[in-house]
C-alpha cells in the first residue's frame, strides 16, 4: 500500500524543508505520493516531484484548496483515501487544522505530533508537554497522523516523479478567507533554522528584545521566545518554542534569559547543543545545557554580539 | 444562540507528571485535577458572548469519570448556565479517544443545536489537538481553529487564527466549531458567591449509550515511557570562554 502525503503550501510556496523531513519518516510505509493542493501550485508541485522517495505528485488546483482551509481540502483528502494505507503531514498548523477533519471524515482516529513510526501500524507521540513518549498502535483501516518533523533528516533531492493533475471535492460556502498577516522577515524559518536564539522573561520588555533579535542576526538564526515571553508581550506568538508553540532542534540553541519551565524545554530539548545565559544559576534551564553562562544578559549578550 | 462548551479534567497544569515505573500510562492517582486550560479560556469566550448580549444561554459538557462533575461546576461557577456529564468511564486513567468524544457531542450538539461549539484547541493530557476538527467533520460544520479573536455577526463568526509564522483571519457561517488558543483571554476567577450559587445550576448526567455511541479505543497503548534525559553540561566562567567552546568543542559556529 502507498503513503498519501499533505505538503504545506503557502500562497505557492511549498514548505520543502517540512515536506523533505516527513519523507524521511514515512519512508519505510511503501510508495509515497504528496497531495500539493492550491491555486498557483504548479512551482510547488514540480519542486515536490523532485524530492528523493516521492513516486507521485498529485495537483489539485483551486482557490478552494488555498489558504489551508480546513473544510475543502479536507473533503479533498478524504475522496482520495480508498488508495492508500497512510495519510501523513508534518505538524504544521495547517496540517492540525486539516488532518483531524479528514480522519473524522473516514471514522478513523489520528495520531498527531507523531515522533518516530516503529512499524506499519505502531507509532510514537509525545503526551503531557513531552514529559511522557507514548507507544501506540493504531488498528484502524487507514492511519492517519502528523509528523512532529524536528525529529527527522530532510531528505535530499534526486527525485523525478510525475505530477498529476486532479480535481476532487470543493467548498460547500462553509467558510472564507479574509487575510494573512504573516511577519515577513529575513531571517531563517524556526522550525528549520540552524541557530535559534530565544529570549525569555529575564528580557525585560518588548524594547529589549531587539538585542535578541540582534545577536540572532549576527549568528544568521531564527528568533524564538518562551511563553512567559509572549505572555509579557516582548515577542509575537508564532516565536514561542514550546509545548503549545513550535518544536525546535537545531545544531545549536541558545535560551537568554529563559527559566527553563517543563513547557519550554519540551519544545527545545531535542536541540544538538544547547547554551544558556541567566543570571539566576538554579534556573532549571541550566541542567539541559550543554554551556551555561551565569551572567546579567545585558551585558553578557552585547559582548557576545561584538566578539563573534 | 446557545453555546456549547466542551470542558474536560485533566491533570493539573502545575503538577509534575509521573510515569509509571510498569509502562503502563501516567500516575493519575491521588493527583490534583483541574479544567484544562485551553477549556477554561473557551468557557470564558463563551460567558464574554452572553455578557456581550450574543449568547443567550451557555452550556457546558464533560466527557469521562464521575469525577469531571467538580470541572463542570467550576464551569458553572465562573458564569456557565447548565452542564452535562455524559459518564463514559470509571478508571480516571482511561482516556476516551478525540473521535469518541467528538461523536457524543455531536450527539449532545443534535439535542441542544448551539449556534456555536467553543472548545479548548487541546487538551494538556493527550495533547492531540483533534476534538474539535473532529466534531466539525462530523456534523458537517466549518470550523475555525486556534483562535485569538473572535466576533459574532448575525449568522457569520469572523476568526483570527494562530497559524505558523502569524494570524490567519478567516470567516466561517454560522452554526461553527471554534477552538481557542492561549491569547484569546485570560479566563477568569469564580467569586465565592458564585462558586456557592454553581452548586444549585443544573446537571445533568448521560451514558454514552444516551447517544449510541461506542467508545471503546480504536488506539492500543502499547508503553507510555519517560523521555530520554540530558546531561547538564559545563558552566563556563566569561563570553570568551563560551565562544571558545562553540567553536572548538562543540563545532557549532
Not at chain 1, 484548496?65 to 495519510?87: D, K
Not at chain 1, 545544531?251 to 544558556?276: P, R, T
Request: glycine residues 8%.
Amino acid at each position: 500500500m502507498a503513503v498519501l502525503l499533505l505538503a504545506d503550501v503557502n500562497n505557492g510556496q511549498l514548505a520543502t524543508d517540512a515536506l523533505a523531513k516527513t519523507l524521511d519518516a514515512v519512508k519505510s510505509l511503501g510508495d509515497v505520493h504528496v497531495l500539493v493542493a492550491g491555486q498557483g501550485g504548479d512551482a510547488a508541485a514540480a519542486e515536490a516531484a523532485t524530492l528523493a522517495g516521492v513516486s507521485k505528485v498529485l495537483f489539485a488546483e483551486g482557490h478552494d484548496y488555498c489558504h489551508g482551509m480546513a473544510e475543502a481540502t479536507a473533503a479533498l483528502v478524504a475522496g482520495l483515501a480508498g488508495g492508500y494505507s497512510h495519510i501523513a503531514a508534518p505538524a504544521t498548523a495547517a496540517a492540525k487544522n486539516v488532518l483531524p477533519r479528514v480522519a473524522a471524515l473516514l471514522d478513523v482516529m489520528v495520531l498527531t505530533d507523531v515522533t518516530a513510526v516503529i512499524d506499519a501500524e505502531t507509532f510514537e507521540r509525545p503526551i503531557y508537554a513531552g514529559n511522557a513518549i507514548q507507544t501506540v498502535k493504531s488498528g484502524d483501516k487507514v492511519k492517519v497522523f502528523t509528523v512532529r518533523t524536528a525529529n527527522f533528516a530532510a531528505v535530499g533531492a534526486g527525485g523525478s516523479a510525475a505530477v498529476e493533475k486532479i480535481s476532487g471535492e470543493t467548498a460547500q460556502g462553509l467558510s472564507s478567507w479574509v487575510e494573512d498577516k504573516v511577519a515577513a522577515s529575513d531571517r531563517p524559518e524556526l522550525t528549520s533554522a540552524g541557530i535559534v536564539v530565544s529570549g525569555g522573561r529575564g528580557v525585560g520588555s518588548e524594547a529589549d528584545f531587539a538585542l535578541i533579535e540582534k545577536l540572532a542576526d549576527k549568528l544568521n538564526a531564527a528568533v524564538g521566545a518562551s511563553r512567559a515571553a509572549v505572555d509579557s508581550g516582548y515577542a509575537p506568538n508564532d516565536w514561542q518554542v514550546g509545548q503549545t508553540g513550535k518544536v525546535v532542534a537545531p545544531n545549536l540553541y541558545v535560551a537568554v534569559g529563559i527559566s527553563g519551565a517543563i513547557q519550554h524545554l519540551a519544545g527545545m530539548k531535542d536541540s544538538k547543543v544547547i547554551v544558556a545565559i541567566n543570571k539566576d544559576e538554579e534556573a532549571p534551564i541550566f541542567q539541559v545545557a550543554d554551556y551555561g553562562l551565569v551572567a546579567d544578559l545585558f551585558t553578557a549578550v552585547p559582548e557576545l554580539i561584538e566578539k563573534l | 444562540m446557545k453555546v456549547l462548551v466542551p470542558v474536560k479534567r485533566v491533570i493539573d497544569y502545575n503538577v509534575k507528571v509521573r510515569v509509571k515505573a510498569d509502562g503502563s500510562g501516567v500516575d493519575l492517582a491521588n493527583v490534583k485535577m483541574s479544567m484544562n486550560p485551553f477549556d477554561e479560556i473557551a468557557v470564558e469566550e463563551a460567558i464574554r458572548l452572553k455578557e456581550k448580549g450574543v449568547a443567550t444561554e451557555v452550556v457546558v459538557v464533560s466527557i469521562g469519570v464521575k469525577q469531571s462533575q467538580e470541572t463542570l461546576r467550576t464551569a458553572l461557577a465562573m458564569g456557565a448556565d447548565r452542564a452535562i456529564l455524559i459518564e463514559a468511564a470509571a478508571d480516571v486513567h482511561t482516556d476516551i479517544e478525540p473521535l469518541a468524544v467528538a461523536k457524543l457531542l455531536a450527539g449532545v450538539v443534535k439535542e441542544e443545536a448551539p449556534g456555536i461549539v467553543l472548545a479548548g484547541k487541546q487538551a494538556i493530557d493527550n495533547d492531540m489537538n483533534a476534538t474539535g476538527q473532529m466534531l466539525a467533520a462530523l456534523l458537517g460544520w466549518s470550523q475555525a481553529t486556534f483562535a485569538s479573536e473572535l466576533a459574532v455577526e448575525g449568522d457569520k463568526a469572523t476568526v483570527t487564527r494562530e497559524v505558523d509564522g502569524g494570524l490567519q483571519t478567516i470567516s466561517v457561517a454560522l452554526p461553527a466549531v471554534v477552538t481557542v488558543d492561549l491569547r484569546l483571554n485570560e479566563p477568569r476567577y469564580a467569586s465565592l458567591p458564585n462558586i456557592m450559587k454553581a452548586k444549585s445550576k443544573p446537571l445533568a448526567t448521560k451514558t454514552p449509550a444516551d447517544y449510541g455511541v461506542d467508545v471503546s479505543p480504536r488506539l492500543t497503548v502499547v508503553k507510555t515511557t519517560e523521555p530520554a534525559g540530558r546531561k547538564a553540561g559545563v558552566k563556563v566562567g566569561s563570553v570568551d570562554e563560551l565562544i571558545a567552546k562553540l567553536k572548538d568543542e562543540a563545532g557549532v559556529i
